[in-house]
Protein backbone atom coordinates (compact mmCIF):
# COMPACT_ATOMS: atom_id res chain seq x y z
CA UNK A 1 0.00 0.00 0.00
CA UNK A 2 3.01 2.11 0.69
CA UNK A 3 4.94 1.72 -2.32
CA UNK A 4 1.74 1.77 -4.02
CA UNK A 5 0.97 5.92 -2.41
CA UNK A 6 4.47 6.50 -3.47
CA UNK A 7 4.21 5.66 -7.05
CA UNK A 8 0.87 7.61 -7.27
CA UNK A 9 2.57 10.52 -5.56
CA UNK A 10 5.77 10.34 -8.19
CA UNK A 11 3.16 9.68 -11.55
CA UNK A 12 1.52 13.07 -10.13
CA UNK A 13 4.52 15.29 -9.40
CA UNK A 14 5.50 14.03 -12.79
CA UNK A 15 2.17 15.54 -14.59
CA UNK A 16 2.14 18.82 -12.23
CA UNK A 17 6.09 19.05 -13.83
CA UNK A 18 4.73 18.62 -17.65
CA UNK A 19 2.10 20.82 -17.15
CA UNK A 20 4.56 23.58 -15.55
CA UNK A 21 5.49 24.88 -19.03
CA UNK A 22 6.28 28.60 -20.59
CA UNK A 23 7.26 29.98 -23.55
CA UNK A 24 8.78 33.77 -23.94
CA UNK A 25 8.51 35.03 -27.17
CA UNK A 26 8.48 38.31 -28.87
CA UNK A 27 6.38 39.54 -31.65
CA UNK A 28 4.77 36.75 -34.09
CA UNK A 29 5.04 39.27 -36.70
CA UNK A 30 8.56 39.12 -36.44
CA UNK A 31 10.25 36.82 -34.37
CA UNK A 32 11.41 33.87 -36.52
CA UNK A 33 13.23 32.58 -33.51
CA UNK A 34 10.16 32.43 -31.04
CA UNK A 35 7.85 30.67 -34.16
CA UNK A 36 10.86 27.81 -34.42
CA UNK A 37 10.35 27.40 -30.31
CA UNK A 38 6.52 27.99 -29.98
CA UNK A 39 5.78 25.26 -32.76
CA UNK A 40 7.67 22.60 -31.41
CA UNK A 41 6.12 23.28 -27.93
CA UNK A 42 2.69 23.11 -29.53
CA UNK A 43 3.30 20.04 -31.62
CA UNK A 44 4.24 18.20 -27.82
CA UNK A 45 0.46 18.87 -27.32
CA UNK A 46 1.26 19.74 -23.82
CA UNK A 47 -0.35 22.73 -22.08
CA UNK A 48 1.75 26.24 -21.77
CA UNK A 49 1.44 29.53 -20.83
CA UNK A 50 2.82 32.29 -23.35
CA UNK A 51 3.84 35.55 -22.17
CA UNK A 52 4.71 37.68 -26.04
CA UNK A 53 6.88 40.78 -25.05
CA UNK A 54 7.54 43.33 -27.85
CA UNK A 55 10.26 43.60 -29.38
CA UNK A 56 12.38 46.93 -30.35
CA UNK A 57 10.69 48.94 -27.43
CA UNK A 58 11.93 51.43 -25.01
CA UNK A 59 11.16 49.13 -22.27
CA UNK A 60 12.12 45.63 -23.94
CA UNK A 61 15.40 44.90 -22.80
CA UNK A 62 13.76 45.12 -19.39
CA UNK A 63 11.53 42.88 -19.53
CA UNK A 64 13.24 40.61 -21.67
CA UNK A 65 15.90 40.44 -18.16
CA UNK A 66 12.84 39.12 -16.02
CA UNK A 67 13.89 36.21 -17.87
CA UNK A 68 15.91 35.86 -20.24
CA UNK A 69 19.78 35.53 -19.10
CA UNK A 70 20.52 36.16 -23.09
CA UNK A 71 18.15 39.48 -22.84
CA UNK A 72 16.63 37.47 -26.23
CA UNK A 73 13.75 35.50 -27.45
CA UNK A 74 12.61 32.45 -27.08
CA UNK A 75 12.63 31.65 -23.96
CA UNK A 76 11.37 28.34 -22.14
CA UNK A 77 10.25 27.44 -18.63
CA UNK A 78 10.17 24.56 -17.17
CA UNK A 79 9.85 24.41 -13.23
CA UNK A 80 13.21 25.32 -12.24
CA UNK A 81 14.81 24.92 -15.68
CA UNK A 82 15.35 28.12 -18.43
CA UNK A 83 16.39 27.25 -21.29
CA UNK A 84 17.23 30.53 -23.70
CA UNK A 85 17.92 29.22 -27.38
CA UNK A 86 15.06 27.86 -29.92
CA UNK A 87 17.30 24.61 -30.99
CA UNK A 88 18.37 23.81 -27.23
CA UNK A 89 14.27 24.61 -26.02
CA UNK A 90 13.52 21.84 -29.36
CA UNK A 91 15.84 19.36 -28.14
CA UNK A 92 15.17 19.84 -24.55
CA UNK A 93 11.30 19.31 -26.02
CA UNK A 94 11.99 15.64 -27.52
CA UNK A 95 13.74 14.24 -24.30
CA UNK A 96 11.04 15.85 -22.55
CA UNK A 97 8.31 14.19 -24.82
CA UNK A 98 9.48 11.47 -26.34
CA UNK A 99 6.12 10.20 -27.51
CA UNK A 100 6.36 13.29 -29.64
CA UNK A 101 8.29 12.31 -32.20
CA UNK A 102 9.98 15.19 -32.41
CA UNK A 103 13.17 13.76 -34.49
CA UNK A 104 13.01 10.96 -36.81
CA UNK A 105 12.80 7.66 -35.02
CA UNK A 106 15.45 6.66 -37.91
CA UNK A 107 19.57 7.28 -37.21
CA UNK A 108 20.46 8.10 -40.47
CA UNK A 109 17.16 10.17 -41.06
CA UNK A 110 17.58 11.51 -37.66
CA UNK A 111 20.94 12.85 -38.75
CA UNK A 112 20.28 14.69 -41.57
CA UNK A 113 17.54 16.69 -39.62
CA UNK A 114 19.82 17.77 -36.92
CA UNK A 115 22.19 18.64 -40.13
CA UNK A 116 19.82 20.80 -42.06
CA UNK A 117 18.29 22.31 -38.77
CA UNK A 118 22.00 23.20 -38.04
CA UNK A 119 22.30 24.47 -41.70
CA UNK A 120 19.28 27.22 -41.08
CA UNK A 121 20.49 27.82 -37.59
CA UNK A 122 23.72 28.95 -38.59
CA UNK A 123 23.74 30.54 -41.73
CA UNK A 124 21.64 31.87 -45.04
CA UNK A 125 22.58 35.29 -43.70
CA UNK A 126 21.93 36.95 -46.76
CA UNK A 127 17.75 35.82 -46.73
CA UNK A 128 17.67 36.84 -42.99
CA UNK A 129 19.13 40.34 -43.78
CA UNK A 130 17.31 41.05 -46.73
CA UNK A 131 14.06 39.25 -46.37
CA UNK A 132 13.09 39.88 -42.71
CA UNK A 133 9.80 38.00 -41.54
CA UNK A 134 6.77 40.02 -41.81
CA UNK A 135 3.96 37.34 -41.51
CA UNK A 136 1.44 39.41 -42.75
CA UNK A 137 3.18 41.85 -45.30
CA UNK A 138 3.44 41.09 -48.76
CA UNK A 139 5.99 42.67 -50.78
CA UNK A 140 6.47 40.60 -54.12
CA UNK A 141 9.46 40.94 -56.12
CA UNK A 142 11.59 42.37 -52.97
CA UNK A 143 14.29 41.90 -51.00
CA UNK A 144 16.17 40.30 -53.40
CA UNK A 145 19.87 41.47 -51.97
CA UNK A 146 23.51 40.20 -52.80
CA UNK A 147 23.22 36.54 -52.01
CA UNK A 148 19.80 35.87 -51.42
CA UNK A 149 19.26 33.75 -54.86
CA UNK A 150 21.96 31.24 -53.61
CA UNK A 151 20.55 31.50 -50.02
CA UNK A 152 16.64 30.44 -51.89
CA UNK A 153 18.41 27.37 -54.47
CA UNK A 154 19.68 26.01 -50.91
CA UNK A 155 16.91 26.02 -48.99
CA UNK A 156 14.94 24.49 -52.41
CA UNK A 157 17.56 22.13 -52.65
CA UNK A 158 17.71 20.99 -49.07
CA UNK A 159 13.48 20.58 -48.79
CA UNK A 160 13.80 18.44 -52.17
CA UNK A 161 16.58 16.10 -51.32
CA UNK A 162 14.45 15.83 -47.90
CA UNK A 163 11.65 15.29 -49.68
CA UNK A 164 12.60 12.74 -51.80
CA UNK A 165 14.61 10.65 -49.41
CA UNK A 166 12.48 10.75 -46.32
CA UNK A 167 9.60 12.15 -47.27
CA UNK A 168 6.92 9.71 -48.36
CA UNK A 169 5.48 9.18 -44.89
CA UNK A 170 3.95 12.73 -44.75
CA UNK A 171 3.65 16.49 -46.02
CA UNK A 172 6.93 17.19 -44.16
CA UNK A 173 10.90 17.18 -44.85
CA UNK A 174 10.57 13.80 -43.27
CA UNK A 175 7.25 12.64 -43.38
CA UNK A 176 5.41 13.50 -40.48
CA UNK A 177 6.59 17.07 -38.33
CA UNK A 178 9.70 17.28 -36.86
CA UNK A 179 11.87 19.74 -35.58
CA UNK A 180 13.45 20.35 -39.17
CA UNK A 181 9.80 21.51 -40.31
CA UNK A 182 9.84 24.14 -37.26
CA UNK A 183 13.07 25.51 -38.03
CA UNK A 184 12.31 26.16 -41.84
CA UNK A 185 8.80 27.51 -41.18
CA UNK A 186 10.06 30.95 -40.67
CA UNK A 187 11.58 30.58 -44.34
CA UNK A 188 8.05 29.17 -45.36
CA UNK A 189 6.38 32.53 -43.93
CA UNK A 190 9.54 34.68 -46.14
CA UNK A 191 8.62 33.03 -49.04
CA UNK A 192 5.49 33.43 -49.04
CA UNK A 193 5.71 37.42 -48.04
CA UNK A 194 8.42 37.74 -50.96
CA UNK A 195 6.64 36.07 -53.44
CA UNK A 196 9.33 33.64 -54.09
CA UNK A 197 9.30 31.01 -56.78
CA UNK A 198 9.51 27.32 -56.09
CA UNK A 199 9.85 24.03 -58.34
CA UNK A 200 6.88 21.65 -57.62
CA UNK A 201 8.45 20.10 -54.47
CA UNK A 202 9.40 22.84 -52.95
CA UNK A 203 5.92 24.58 -53.44
CA UNK A 204 3.78 21.51 -52.17
CA UNK A 205 5.78 22.13 -49.27
CA UNK A 206 5.57 25.60 -48.86
CA UNK A 207 1.73 25.10 -48.68
CA UNK A 208 1.69 22.10 -46.55
CA UNK A 209 3.45 24.43 -43.59
CA UNK A 210 1.33 27.28 -44.50
CA UNK A 211 -1.45 25.32 -43.79
CA UNK A 212 -0.69 23.81 -40.43
CA UNK A 213 -2.97 24.70 -38.27
CA UNK A 214 -0.44 25.60 -35.34
CA UNK A 215 1.57 27.96 -38.02
CA UNK A 216 -2.07 29.85 -39.04
CA UNK A 217 -2.66 30.05 -35.30
CA UNK A 218 0.69 31.53 -35.01
CA UNK A 219 -0.19 34.01 -38.68
CA UNK A 220 -3.40 35.00 -37.18
CA UNK A 221 -1.94 36.20 -34.33
CA UNK A 222 0.69 37.67 -35.94
CA UNK A 223 -1.93 39.42 -38.02
CA UNK A 224 -3.94 40.43 -35.05
CA UNK A 225 -0.87 42.11 -33.34
CA UNK A 226 -0.53 46.26 -32.75
CA UNK A 227 2.61 46.36 -32.91
CA UNK A 228 5.10 47.20 -36.09
CA UNK A 229 8.82 47.78 -36.21
CA UNK A 230 10.50 49.57 -39.28
CA UNK A 231 12.55 47.23 -41.63
CA UNK A 232 14.06 48.35 -44.70
CA UNK A 233 12.99 45.78 -47.33
CA UNK A 234 16.17 45.72 -49.77
Not at 103 to 130: C, D, K, N, Y
Not at 153 to 167: H, I, K, P, T, Y
Not at 183 to 211: C, E, K, Q
Amino acid sequence: MIVASVILSLAADARASMNDLSIVVGNKNYSSWSLRAWLALKQTGAPFKEIVIPLDRSDTKEKLRAHSPSERVPVLKHGGEIIWESLAIAEYLAELFPAAKLWPSQASARAIARAVSSEIHAGFVALRTHMPMDVRGRYPGKGRGHGVDKDIDRVAGLWRECRNRFGSGGDYLFGPFTIADAMYAPVVSRFITYDVALDDIGAAYRDAVWRWPAMQEWAKSASDEPWVIAQAVI
